[in-house]
């Protein structure tokens, strides 16, 4: 699929999930019940029991979202799909809960659903990955930034598969695996190339079309993301 689908499968992703709070707010628990998916089976006791639960939680507030992964156009059990996995914080009567809810946009009849009700994140505490949370508290600003730039090169929907490599000179599988241990990853090659083709690339590849989901992803304009790729260079120069 093209980079513009990309970035409209994204945006329709987080519509329907700002459409699915809205309506459990507002009581309408069948509306927010068509928007759901269950590809397994077992849809009525499975939705009596998601909009029994949710209506007990309201009313919610979404606080953020920001897109985590995007999947293009495959085959699976359920049918031909794209996938959108969005990293969701939201306040509802037990506090505020982060998790995921994950979106299949099915291309033929040009419908996103919700996969997974996330009812069990909120009902349950929060899980965390306390060692990725200890090590992004450990982090400097520029660390946090570089973190964010390899995150949208992995995940986002800035660069297509069939170009990555020679965009990069690595494969995705080997920029996630330095995402993966970053900031304490070795200062390889690997390392330093993917750090450089992530900032190259985000600051001078064509993303016009994108630009709509770079936010979230990139916590700065891609004019001060420029600056920060210039000092970056200038430190990696010889004294």
Same mark, same amino acid.
């Given at each position: 699929?093209?980079?513009?689908?990309?970035?409209?499968?994204?945006?329709?992703?987080?519509?329907?999930?700002?459409?699915?709070?809205?309506?459990?707010?507002?009581?309408?628990?069948?509306? =927010? %019940?068509?928007?759901?998916?269950?590809?397994?089976?077992? !849809?009525?006791? &499975?939705? $009596? +029991?998601?909009?029994?639960?949710?209506?007990?939680?309201?009313?919610?507030?979404?606080?953020?979202?920001?897109?985590?992964?995007?999947?293009?156009?495959?085959?699976?059990?359920?049918?031909?799909?794209?996938?959108?996995?969005?990293?969701?914080?939201?306040?509802?009567?037990?506090?505020?809960?982060?998790?995921?809810?994950?979106?299949?946009?099915?291309?033929?009849?040009?419908?996103?659903?919700?996969?997974?009700?996330?009812?069990?994140?909120?009902?349950?505490?929060?899980?965390?990955?306390?060692?990725?949370?200890?090590?992004? =508290? %450990?982090?400097?600003?520029?660390?946090?930034?570089?973190? !964010?730039?390899? &995150?949208? $090169? +992995?995940?986002?929907?800035?660069?297509?598969?069939?170009?990555?490599?020679?965009?990069?000179?690595?494969?995705?599988?080997?920029?996630?695996?330095?995402?993966?241990?970053?900031?304490?990853?070795?200062?390889?090659?690997?390392?330093?190339?993917?750090?450089?083709?992530?900032?190259?690339?985000?600051?001078?590849?064509?993303?016009?079309?994108?630009?709509?989901?770079?936010?979230?992803?990139?916590?700065?304009?891609?004019?001060?993301?420029?600056?920060?790729?210039?000092?970056?260079?200038?430190?990696?120069?010889?004294?």
């Amino acid at each position: 699929m093209s980079e513009q689908q990309s970035v409209e499968v994204c945006a329709k992703a987080l519509a329907l999930i700002r459409s699915h709070f809205t309506h459990l707010n507002d009581g309408r628990l069948e509306a =927010a %019940g068509q928007q759901l998916l269950f590809p397994s089976g077992g !849809e009525n006791g &499975r939705l $009596a +029991v998601y909009v029994h639960e949710m209506s007990k939680l309201a009313p919610f507030r979404l606080l953020t979202t920001s897109i985590r992964r995007f999947e293009g156009v495959c085959k699976r059990r359920h049918g031909t799909v794209a996938t959108v996995l969005v990293d969701v914080r939201v306040s509802c009567s037990p506090g505020e809960r982060d998790f995921g809810i994950m979106v299949e946009w099915f291309p033929k009849i040009d419908v996103s659903l919700i996969s997974i009700p996330p009812t069990k994140w909120f009902l349950e505490k929060p899980r965390r990955d306390d060692a990725a949370l200890a090590r992004c =508290a %450990g982090m400097t600003q520029d660390e946090k930034l570089i973190e !964010e730039c390899l &995150r949208a $090169a +992995v995940d986002g929907p800035f660069f297509p598969d069939w170009e990555f490599h020679a965009l990069f000179g690595l494969y995705r599988r080997e920029v996630a695996a330095v995402l993966e241990s970053w900031p304490r990853s070795d200062h390889d090659n690997n390392t330093r190339l993917a750090i450089h083709s992530a900032l190259c690339n985000l600051t001078g590849y064509p993303l016009s079309k994108s630009m709509a989901v770079w936010p979230n992803f990139i916590s700065v304009s891609r004019e001060e993301l420029s600056d920060f790729f210039d000092r970056w260079l200038a430190a990696q120069s010889p004294a």
